[in-house]
């Protein structure tokens, strides 16, 4: 079911041009707007002809998936960045950071795991505060009016803050969503935003998007 190689770089470049266009069309974008790709539930085969196209960052939301098909891809282009998009358990941690160069956070003991495994192994990777903008009860996040309590208690860590994340609710229109995430992150001096996927990343951009995490109009249709 996997898309054929010639599609997904087709795909790929018409995502990039998506973007500048986004970003010329914006008021005020944020200075740069990088495309984290995200490839979780597709396999090499399909990963491959991006990274041939010269793509280097990309996403995946599950840590065991991702020891599975990142690290020989990693031997092999050694200027991969690997964001980890999705919740992590704690007993993930020390794997998670092994892996990925960019990490979510959504709560204390999340913060204060990630801070340990850093101690002992060295590695840093930046860290998006996860915001659960529309205070849905299944979704990971923070809660809006609890984040600045986070943001400050990861800054206390020194963890490597980059900024802040978010997913809106799949029914509801996600600009409001955005503009709660810009705010939020302009108070506490944050200057990084990941926000926007396949369906509404120009919006995002529009917003201040850094970072837009892109998968299915790249991909194709997970299984
Ligand atoms: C799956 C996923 C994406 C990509 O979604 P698409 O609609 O396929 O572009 C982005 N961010 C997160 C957190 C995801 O889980």
Known sequence: MSLPAETVAENLRRILARIEAARKGAVKPAPFTSLVAISKLHGED???????????IFGENRVQEALAKWPALKREFPDIELHMTGPLQTNK??????LFDAIVVDRSKLAHALKAEI??????????????????????????QDAPQLIAEARGLGLNLAGLMCVPPFEEAPAPHFALLAKLAA??????????MSDDFETAIRFGAT??????AIFGERS
């Open 46 to 56: 399909t990963i491959r002809p991006v990274m041939e196209a010269g793509h280097r």
């Open 93 to 98: 941690v020390r794997e998670a950071v092994g």
């Open 119 to 144: 101690d002992k192994s060295g590695r840093n990777p930046l860290v998006f505060i996860q915001v659960n903008t529309g205070e849905e009860p299944q979704k990971a996040g923070i809660a809006p």
């Open 187 to 196: 108070e506490a001096g944050l200057d990084r935003l990941s926000m926007g």
């Open 211 to 216: 970072h837009v995490r892109i998968g299915t």
